[in-house]
């Protein structure tokens, strides 16, 4: 892999983490339609962590203000992380077997899709809580929601995000809650996979992993700034379309053995 190749898996890193599309269903659609060669474990994590770092910029004030004003948020994040990392840890192996599926992702797009649709039109309106008045209850139902991004082109951040509609949490809302949660969760996905690298990475790949976390940190920032802008202006709408686009190309590639 060379540089240029890093560049591009780190926009499509930053760009797709916080949309509600699926990093790793376009870093594996990438892989394939662009040539790139397989991506090493160890960059897929660390790139991640470019990501993290620029959720925590960007909600840096949010934070703090949670932290010294809001600490009861605090347990609840914490009651929404519970489901998909129990769940995670224990169908590890066997998504992992799944993991590079076009055929899986293009089905997850379309569903994905039409589901962050439906959820928007009957939850969005009537969604009345906010961040601070979510009870645990609500926040574990988002959890549980959040367990559908376990499947390869879900997404992430599109499952908080209706997992918060769904529990009553107003959308504006429910998107901080997404990108709240999701921070540590990518930090422990990163710190668990860093711990289980079994090999030291070649100073090739700690300069592509490098750059590849550097512009993924800098495009997170803006691919922030556009879902908070888009999905609350548009909801799911837009990306319905883009979703369901693209998993129907994706079957029309994988039935014709062009990918």
Same mark, same amino acid.
């Given at each position: 892999? !060379?540089?240029?190749?890093?560049?591009?898996?780190?926009?499509?890193?930053?760009?797709?983490? &916080?949309?509600?599309?699926?990093?790793?269903?376009?870093?594996?659609?990438?892989?394939?339609?662009?040539?790139?060669? +397989?991506? =090493?474990? $160890?960059?897929?994590?660390?790139?991640?962590?470019?990501?993290?770092?620029?959720?925590?910029?960007? $909600?840096?004030?949010?934070? #703090? =203000? %949670?932290?010294?004003?809001?600490?009861?948020?605090?347990?609840?994040?914490?009651?929404?992380?519970?489901?998909?990392?129990?769940?995670?840890?224990?169908?590890? @192996? *066997? *998504?992992?077997?799944?993991? =590079?599926?076009?055929?899986?992702?293009?089905?997850?797009?379309?569903?994905?899709?039409?589901? $962050?649709?439906?959820?928007?039109? $009957?939850?969005? +309106?009537?969604?009345?809580?906010? *961040?601070?008045?979510?009870?645990?209850? =609500?926040?574990?139902?988002?959890?549980?929601? /959040?367990?559908?991004?376990?499947?390869?082109?879900?997404?992430?951040?599109?499952?908080? %995000?209706?997992?918060?509609?769904?529990? !009553?949490?107003?959308? @504006?809302?429910?998107?901080? %809650?997404?990108?709240?949660?999701?921070?540590?969760?990518? *930090?422990?996905?990163?710190?668990?996979?860093?711990?289980?690298?079994?090999?030291?990475?070649?100073?090739?790949?700690?300069?592509?992993?490098?750059?590849?976390?550097?512009?993924?940190?800098?495009?997170?920032?803006?691919? %922030? @700034?556009?879902?908070?802008? #888009?999905? /609350? @202006?548009?909801?799911?709408?837009? &990306?319905?379309?883009?979703?369901?686009?693209?998993?129907?190309?994706?079957?029309?590639?994988?039935?014709?053995?062009?990918?």
């Amino acid at each position: 892999m !060379n540089i240029y190749q890093s560049i591009v898996l780190g926009v499509i890193e930053g760009l797709t983490e &916080f949309l509600p599309i699926s990093s790793t269903g376009h870093l594996i659609i990438a892989q394939k339609i662009l040539g790139l060669p +397989k991506v =090493d474990d $160890f960059m897929t994590v660390v790139i991640q962590s470019g990501a993290i770092l620029s959720a925590l910029v960007y $909600f840096r004030h949010k934070i #703090w =203000d %949670i932290i010294l004003h809001k600490r009861a948020v605090l347990p609840k994040l914490f009651v929404s992380m519970l489901p998909v990392l129990v769940v995670g840890f224990v169908v590890k @192996k *066997l *998504l992992e077997n799944y993991n =590079d599926t076009i055929l899986l992702i293009a089905i997850s797009s379309i569903v994905g899709g039409i589901f $962050f649709y439906v959820v928007e039109k $009957f939850y969005a +309106k009537k969604a009345t809580r906010d *961040l601070e008045s979510g009870s645990y209850l =609500d926040y574990l139902g988002l959890g549980v929601v /959040q367990i559908l991004s376990l499947i390869p082109g879900f997404s992430r951040s599109g499952s908080a %995000i209706a997992g918060g509609l769904i529990n !009553n949490i107003k959308l @504006k809302d429910s998107i901080e %809650i997404s990108f709240l949660m999701g921070i540590p969760l990518l *930090l422990i996905a990163t710190l668990y996979k860093l711990v289980s690298h079994s090999y030291v990475p070649s100073p090739d790949l700690l300069i592509n992993t490098g750059v590849a976390t550097l512009v993924a940190f800098a495009v997170g920032l803006a691919g %922030i @700034k556009l879902t908070l802008g #888009w999905v /609350q @202006k548009y909801g799911f709408r837009p &990306f319905m379309y883009y979703r369901i686009g693209l998993g129907v190309i994706l079957l029309v590639a994988y039935f014709a053995k062009l990918i």
